[in-house]
């Protein structure tokens, strides 16, 4: 699929972005702010894991078939993957904000901008945003329809069948 080329290469792109900037900042002599790029680039791993695998469940469906047996499994992966994303961006969002309030002794009398500190704060939350579209366009992709499962006989859970 086109979406996981394209997540794969903003995954390489956002890691790039994040170490680039996070050392860029006045508290990069401040050692959680190693951490806090270290955190969040295992977030941007996440989203690289999920952009292959996006690549290579064009398998499952060929054509108009989808091969729901294969395709099942992938899913419950990119769930998790998606999921696995959000507490570690939490944590790097939660050790930048502590960042911010870094005594000036360790700052050398340098101030964190507020646009700085907004924007760095959107590029880590990046990773977790891009893993949910991920999930929800395959998830779209990769599910059958309720009208399909139903004309052969496997009714998708909570439905009645019939």
């Known amino acids: 699929m086109l979406l996981g ?17 996070g050392n860029a900042l006045p508290t990069y002599r401040v050692p959680f702010n190693s951490l806090m790029i270290a955190v969040d680039s295992c977030s941007v791993f996440c989203l690289f894991l999920l952009g292959c695998g996006l690549m290579l469940s064009r398998q499952y469906a ?11 499994p992938s899913l419950r992966l990119f769930l998790a993957l998606w999921v696995c994303t959000i507490p570690i ?18 700052l ?3 101030q964190i901008q507020v646009a ?3 924007g760095y704060l959107l ?3 990046s990773p977790t945003v891009l893993a949910g579209v991920c999930y929800f366009v395959a998830r779209y992709l990769l599910r059958p329809s309720p009208a399909l499962l139903r004309k052969h006989g496997s009714a998708p859970v909570g439905l009645p069948q019939g």
């Open 116 to 118: 700085t500190a907004v």
């Open 62 to 72: 060929p054509g108009e078939y989808l091969n729901v047996a294969g395709a099942r």
């Open 5 to 21: 080329i394209v997540m794969t290469v903003a995954s390489v792109l956002l890691a790039a972005a994040i170490i680039g900037f």
């Open 123 to 125: 590029l880590l939350l």
């Open 89 to 106: 961006t939490a944590l790097s969002c939660l050790l930048f904000v502590a960042l911010l309030n870094t005594p000036s002794t360790l």
């Open 108 to 110: 050398r009398g340098q």
